[in-house]
C-alpha cells in the first residue's frame, strides 16, 4: 500500500553444527551399564569436545549412564581421578601400538612406517585432537603435568631409539625425533584450526619423509 514500509523476512538462523554424541563402546554389559574402561573411554570424548574444566558432571553422567554413586566407585577422586585414568588409558595405547613397536627388533623403516599408519588410525587422520596436546595448552596442564611431560618424552625417546638402531647418530636421531614430535602435534593443530584433515596427513608424509632420507643415508 503506498506509504507502508516492507522490511524483508529476517534470514533463517544458521544450523548449529550437529555435535556427535558419544555411545557406549565395547565395555558396555548386557544390560547397557558401563564398565570404568567403557566409561574412561566414553569420558576421553567428552574432554576432547569440551576441555577438562568445560566437562560437567551432567555431561559425564549422560554420556556414561553412570549415576554419581557409580562414578565414585569407578573414580573415587572425582574428576581428577577420571582424568589420570583417561591420561593412562592414552599413553597405555599408545605404548601398545607405537611406543613398544618402536624400541623392538623390527627394521627401523619398517617401524618408523607402522608409527606414522598408527598415528594416522588414531587421529583419524586430523579429525581428532590430541588429548594430551590440547590439556598441555589449556586448562589441565598444572593439575597434570608430569603425565602429560611423560607422554611426549616417552614418545621422544621412543623413536630416538628406532633410529639409533638404524644407525642415524645419536645427536641427530634425537633432532629428528622432536622434529617429529613437533610436526604432529601442529598438523593436528592446523587440521582443526583450518577444518582441513588434509593438512595433518601431508603433515606426516614430509615429516616421514624426512626420517626416510635420515635412515637411507646411513643404510
Not at 554424541?21 to 564398565?35: F, I, L, M, N
Not at 570424548?45 to 576441555?51: K, S
Not at 595433518?200 to 643404510?219: C, G, I, N
Request: glycine share 10%; aromatic share 10%; charged share 25%.
Amino acid at each position: 500500500m503506498p506509504g507502508t514500509t516492507t522490511t524483508a523476512p529476517a534470514p533463517p538462523p544458521a544450523k548449529a553444527k550437529a555435535r556427535k554424541k558419544a555411545t557406549a563402546p565395547a565395555g558396555a554389559s548386557a544390560r547397557g551399564r558401563v564398565d570404568r574402561e567403557g566409561a574412561v573411554v566414553l569420558i576421553a570424548e567428552l574432554f576432547r569436545e569440551y576441555g577438562y574444566h568445560g566437562t560437567s558432571y551432567g555431561q559425564i553422567t549422560e554420556a556414561t549412564g553412570l549415576g554419581k554413586g557409580s562414578l565414585y566407585n569407578y573414580f573415587p577422586d572425582g574428576k581428577e581421578g577420571m582424568t589420570r585414568a583417561v591420561l593412562a588409558h592414552v599413553h597405555g595405547w599408545f605404548e601398545d601400538h607405537v611406543f613398544a613397536p618402536l624400541e623392538g627388533d623390527t627394521e627401523a623403516a619398517k617401524a618408523v612406517a607402522g608409527m606414522f599408519k598408527a598415528v594416522d588410525d588414531y587421529f583419524h587422520s586430523g579429525r581428532r585432537i590430541c588429548l594430551l596436546g590440547a590439556f598441555s595448552l589449556y586448562d589441565a596442564r598444572d593439575a597434570f603435568d608430569r603425565e602429560i611431560a611423560g607422554y611426549f618424552t616417552r614418545w621422544v625417546a621412543a623413536l630416538k631409539t628406532c633410529l639409533r638402531r638404524g644407525g642415524v647418530a645419536a645427536d641427530k636421531a634425537g633432532m629428528l625425533a622432536m622434529a617429529c614430535m613437533v610436526d604432529i602435534q601442529g598438523g593436528l593443530v592446523m587440521a582443526q584450526a583450518l577444518d582441513r584433515p588434509a593438512v595433518f596427513r601431508d603433515t606426516l608424509k614430509r615429516s616421514r619423509l624426512s626420517l626416510d632420507v635420515a635412515l637411507e643415508a646411513v643404510a
